[in-house]
């Protein structure tokens, strides 16, 4: 088995090919095109078996990934951290492009259960909604609080309620408002309430623009108490494909919500909180535990039941998106086995695909 290593660019791709022990066979440098990407392929026909290994950084090896899985190949995704360490422990000083493709391929080679690229699917096309979505809201944001600004230097008595200037009403009253007031900070102002608008409009189109997608691909999901169309987009998408994991705990090594175990002479056994992860998976998590812990739910019970064994509020939470994760992992599974079976009986379904 040949294991090629890439290091990615936005002009060209250089690729490093290692046998199964790592000795090197070969190196080349072709353009980040289609037509050097065809190249690529052609060179690679060389050794019977192939893998490549492409370091995740998904801007610049979309294209690339996408034709070498249409090619056929089988490809995998090596973190950066991985490459990193492969490429201090080399016996080659320095930092070159094919230094750092060899990094990656000598990873791939130490660390055999890597994830796998697959074809892009809905979840990748829910994932780009979610993180466009997540851009506008805080573009939205800066221009409240620079439209709050302008208002209290106009006219400190303008009272906007919290969360009102997400409101049509409220931003039309404002408009109306600020007509009577002449002046620099006034034109800014209500050029400010006609973007909040369009922001607004925005946000809300992709939000109805998600809603089928995410019913039609994750019904399991979407009936987990507290789970909404955005908690469950950001789920999908961030996940992308829960059989990828080989089980629950890995999966929850991957939400964040596993703590770390913690072993020094007496302290065997116990564990600290765990700050890594996947946080935007971890944030829609802890907004279906907030939601359940308000009585939607089994959460409340749950909850109760850890206040009278003495946990505190926030332990308390963060055991039960613990629990959350798990739950979320099993229907995650149920929906994808849900969604084979209909594509073998004929049905149309898709696939879902890393994102």
């Given at each position: 088995?040949?294991?090629?290593?890439?290091?990615?660019?936005?002009?060209?791709?250089?690729?490093?090919?290692?046998?199964?022990?790592?000795?090197?066979?070969?190196?080349?440098?072709?353009?980040?095109?289609?037509?050097?990407?065809?190249?690529?392929?052609?060179?690679?026909?060389?050794w019977?078996?192939v893998?490549?290994?492409?370091?995740?950084?998904?801007?610049?090896?979309?294209?690339?990934?996408?034709?070498?899985?249409?090619?056929?190949?089988?490809?995998?995704?090596v973190?950066?951290?991985?490459?990193?360490?492969?490429?201090?422990?080399g016996?080659?000083?320095?930092?070159?492009?094919?230094?750092?493709?060899?990094?990656?391929?000598?990873?791939?080679?130490?660390?055999?259960?890597?994830?796998?690229?697959?074809?892009?699917?809905?979840?990748?096309?829910?994932?780009?909604?979610?993180?466009?979505?997540?851009?506008?809201?805080?573009?939205?944001?800066?221009?409240?609080?620079?439209?709050?600004?302008?208002?209290?230097?106009l006219?400190?008595?303008?009272?906007?309620?919290?969360?009102?200037?997400?409101?049509?009403?409220?931003?039309?009253?404002?408009?109306?408002?600020?007509?009577?007031?002449?002046?620099?900070?006034?034109?800014?102002?209500?050029?400010?309430?006609?973007?909040?608008?369009?922001?607004?409009?925005?946000?809300?189109?992709?939000?109805?623009?998600?809603?089928?997608?995410?019913?039609?691909?994750?019904?399991?999901?979407?009936?987990?108490?507290?789970?909404?169309?955005?908690?469950?987009?950001?789920?999908?998408?961030?996940?992308a494909?829960?059989?990828?994991?080989?089980?629950?705990?890995?999966?929850?090594?991957?939400?964040?919500?596993?703590?770390?175990?913690?072993?020094?002479?007496?302290?065997?056994?116990?564990?600290?909180?765990?700050?890594?992860?996947?946080?935007?998976?971890?944030?829609?998590?802890?907004m279906?535990?907030?939601?359940?812990?308000?009585?939607?739910?089994?959460?409340?019970?749950?909850?109760?039941?850890?206040?009278?064994?003495?946990?505190?509020?926030?332990?308390?939470?963060?055991?039960?998106?613990?629990?959350?994760?798990?739950?979320?992992?099993?229907?995650?599974?149920?929906?994808?086995?849900?969604?084979?079976?209909?594509?073998?009986?004929?049905?149309?379904?898709?696939?879902?695909?890393?994102a």
């Open positions: 088995m040949v294991m090629i290593g890439t290091d990615s660019h936005k002009r060209t791709h250089t690729v490093v090919a290692l046998d199964d022990v790592g000795r090197r066979l070969g190196e080349k440098t072709l353009a980040a095109t289609s037509d050097g990407h065809l190249t690529l392929v052609q060179w690679a026909a060389q019977p078996e893998t490549f290994a492409l370091e995740d950084c998904r801007h610049l090896t979309r294209r690339l990934e996408r034709d070498l899985l249409t090619a056929g190949y089988r490809v995998v995704r973190p950066t951290r991985l490459m990193a360490g492969a490429r201090r422990g016996r080659e000083p320095g930092k070159s492009d094919p230094i750092d493709a060899e990094a990656v391929a000598l990873a791939a080679l130490r660390h055999p259960d890597l994830p796998i690229a697959e074809l892009d699917g809905p979840t990748r096309e829910i994932k780009l909604i979610v993180d466009y979505r997540r851009d506008l809201v805080a573009e939205r944001t800066r221009v409240h609080n620079r439209l709050r600004w302008h208002l209290h230097e006219d400190p008595s303008l009272h906007v309620p919290s969360r009102g200037l997400r409101r049509y009403c409220v931003l039309d009253d404002l408009a109306a408002a600020l007509q009577g007031f002449d002046g620099v900070v006034a034109r800014l102002a209500r050029e400010l309430v006609d973007r909040a608008r369009q922001l607004t409009i925005q946000i809300n189109s992709l939000e109805a623009e998600l809603r089928p997608i995410v019913r039609r691909t994750a019904p399991s999901l979407l009936a987990i108490p507290g789970c909404g169309i955005l908690s469950a987009a950001m789920i999908l998408g961030e996940t494909g829960a059989h990828r994991f080989r089980n629950k705990d890995a999966y929850a090594r991957f939400t964040g919500t596993a703590p770390i175990p913690v072993w020094s002479g007496s302290t065997k056994g116990k564990v600290r909180l765990n700050r890594g992860g996947n946080r935007s998976l971890n944030t829609a998590l802890h279906i535990a907030v939601t359940q812990s308000r009585g939607y739910g089994p959460g409340k019970a749950y909850l109760d039941r850890l206040a009278a064994a003495g946990k505190g509020r926030t332990e308390a939470v963060r055991l039960l998106r613990r629990r959350l994760s798990d739950v979320a992992f099993t229907a995650l599974r149920a929906d994808e086995r849900a969604r084979s079976q209909n594509a073998e009986q004929g049905a149309p379904a898709t696939l879902p695909a890393a």
